[in-house]
């Protein structure tokens, strides 16, 4: 039998990509016009009624147009929230009718681009959607076949993230660590190289902590409090206060949650916290907020200014709230930031150390280590890989088409 058609898909938490192997090399899909990696973001919109992709997604959130946007959908796999239906633009449907027509709208992209049709899908998947939880992470794994299944796909196969990554590197001799620091997960793969440039994988792991997961601790640590995190909040029945339920903020500094907080219910509490506070001026914020439907918004602010106090030349790194208020903005050192994100870079460091004790290899053996993902470009983490692997070159080679590059290069096998 003939390999069937299959099309190699990184679908991240933050920018999703697909290819396949033209003549022994990765070919991605330019998925938007110049754009080989285009945002997983959707927008409803609502006149006229359609779900708009990537990047365009991202202009219609930015131009303050009516619908519903939504990001990080991928940290929903293994959920209970992802298969609880909803009423968007005037149809009931829920989070895998969502993934899917995302999934499916690459191929057609994809198959508009390559003149085939592509009726099986090679996915990556993080080592570990949930850290801890085994039953989660087989779920994850499950809800992810579904989309590809609902999207039109005949079949899925999976390959780790990092595997696919070391798939695609350069060949080198000798033993290699990918740190692969994505917008959802960390993803470790440790593997040895061959002269021939053939890929042994010695050890994967893998944990649930990414970018959005710094995003969320910024946002927590220094913008929540001027919405009225902790804030007192008058007991309504008697005398006396108590500090402001953490809920609705967590869940504000959470990208995926967003979307669920504009629903009737947390638009009340809101408004009840906001008329027993003891600082309304804070509460009134987060009223604002949930009304205007800025929750997305505060958050791009807050990647932005992450980004930013990365940038060693940069000014004034800041997240600058302007959307909410004029004038409001929140200056961020690299200390602040190296200070909120301390106790998840000290796991991400663990998860390094764990991959390779996995494969009984000492850290001072590795030859190289290859920094891949957006989350990767964090100074702080580069900074810790060294220290980790002190006798490793840091590489940082496409790191943010490598997982898409070794899956389009496996995509032709993966159903052999
Ligand atoms: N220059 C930068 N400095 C720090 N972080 C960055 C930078 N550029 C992008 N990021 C972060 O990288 C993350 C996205 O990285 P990437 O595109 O590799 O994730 P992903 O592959 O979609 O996610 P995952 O693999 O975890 O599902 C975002 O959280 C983003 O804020
Ligand atoms: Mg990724």
Redesign the pocket.
């Known amino acids: 039998m003939p390999a069937p058609n299959t099309l190699g898909i990184d679908f991240?938490?933050?920018?999703s990509a697909a290819g396949i192997a033209v003549a022994g090399r990765p070919w991605l899909v330019e998925l938007e016009p110049g754009q080989t990696t285009l945002p997983?973001a959707v927008f409803f919109e609502e006149q006229p009624r359609r779900m708009r992709i990537g990047a365009s997604a991202t202009q219609a959130l930015i131009a303050g147009e009516e619908g519903r946007f939504m990001r990080a959908l991928?940290s929903l796999l293994g959920t209970p929230l992802l298969r609880e239906e909803r009423r968007l633009n005037g149809e009931r449907i829920n989070f895998i009718e969502i993934i899917a027509r995302f999934l499916r709208e690459i191929k057609t992209r994809a198959e508009a681009a390559t003149y085939q049709e592509f009726t099986h899908a090679l996915s990556g998947r993080?080592v570990r959607f949930h850290s801890r939880d085994d039953t989660r992470n087989a779920q994850a794994e499950t809800d992810l076949r579904d989309c590809y299944l609902a999207a039109g796909f005949q079949d899925v196969r999976f390959m780790y993230?990092p595997e696919a990554a070391a798939r695609a590197t350069v060949p080198d001799k000798g033993l290699g660590l990918i740190v692969?620091i994505?917008?959802?997960?960390s993803d470790f793969s440790l593997f040895r190289q061959q002269d021939s440039g053939e890929t042994e994988i010695l050890a994967s792991y893998g944990l649930r902590i990414?970018?959005?997961d710094f995003?969320r601790r910024l946002s927590i640590d220094h913008v929540m409090p001027l919405l009225g995190r902790g804030s007192a909040i008058r007991n309504a029945f008697g005398l006396g206060t108590l500090p402001a339920p953490a809920r609705i903020f967590n869940d504000l500094a959470t990208w995926q949650m967003i979307p669920f907080l504009y629903a009737a219910d947390s638009r009340h509490k809101a408004q009840d916290l906001a008329s027993n506070a003891t600082e309304p001026t804070k509460l009134a914020r987060l009223v604002t907020v949930l009304e205007d439907e800025l929750g997305h918004d505060i958050a791009f602010a807050v990647?932005r200014g992450?980004?930013q106090s990365?940038q060693p030349d940069h000014p004034a790194p800041r997240i600058d709230l302007k959307d909410l208020e004029r004038g409001l903005m929140v200056p961020l050192t690299e200390a602040m930031v190296q200070n909120a994100l301390a106790t998840q870079v000290d796991e991400i460091a663990a998860g390094a150390a764990e991959t390779l004790a996995l494969a009984g290899v000492r850290a001072d053996q590795v030859d190289r280590v290859v920094l891949v993902?957006?989350?990767s470009?964090?100074t702080v983490i580069e900074h810790r890989m060294s220290q980790l692997c002190p006798e490793a070159r840091i590489h940082r080679e496409n790191a943010?088409t490598a997982v898409a590059d070794g899956l389009a290069l496996s995509a032709a096998t993966a159903f052999d």
């Not at 991240?12 to 920018?15: F, H, I, R, V």
């Open positions: 991240g938490t933050s920018n997983t991928k993080p993230e692969d994505g917008g959802g997960t990414g970018g959005t995003d990647e992450k980004i990365n993902g957006g989350s470009l964090m943010m």
